[in-house]
């Protein structure tokens, strides 16, 4: 099994940049198709963002042009690059795993990110 540590939240102002990491142990990354999402205060964890392991990535409309997910599979580590960011994007943000053909199995403890405005 894979496991996966988020790192890099923190309290930013409207507008501004962060960069969420992702580490992860137990398994090689390029096993696996990796993802973020995030849950806000009294919502349900949406989906933000998608590294598929053939290569090629996904975002959620509200993220689009404004958040950029890579991989590093040498150093087994996922990235979150968050611009322009809005109150909106207010949220725990979770790193997630999966292989082809299954749900997203794996999850780290989540980052909180907060965005003042």
């Known amino acids: 099994q894979v496991q996966l540590v988020e790192s890099g939240g923190g309290l930013v102002q409207t507008g501004g940049s962060l960069r969420l990491s992702c580490a992860a142990s137990g398994r090689t990354l390029s096993s696996y198709h990796m993802g973020w999402f995030r849950q806000a205060p009294g919502k349900e964890r949406e989906f933000v963002a998608a590294s598929w392991r053939g290569g090629g990535a996904g975002y959620a409309d509200s993220v689009q042009g404004r958040f950029t997910i890579s991989r590093d599979n040498t150093q087994n580590t996922v990235y979150l690059r968050m611009n322009s960011l809005k109150p909106e994007d207010t949220a725990v943000y979770y790193c997630?795993?999966?292989?082809?053909?299954?749900?997203?199995?794996?999850w780290g403890q989540g980052t909180q990110v907060t965005v003042s405005s």
């Open positions: 997630g795993a999966k292989v082809l053909g299954r749900t997203w199995d794996y």
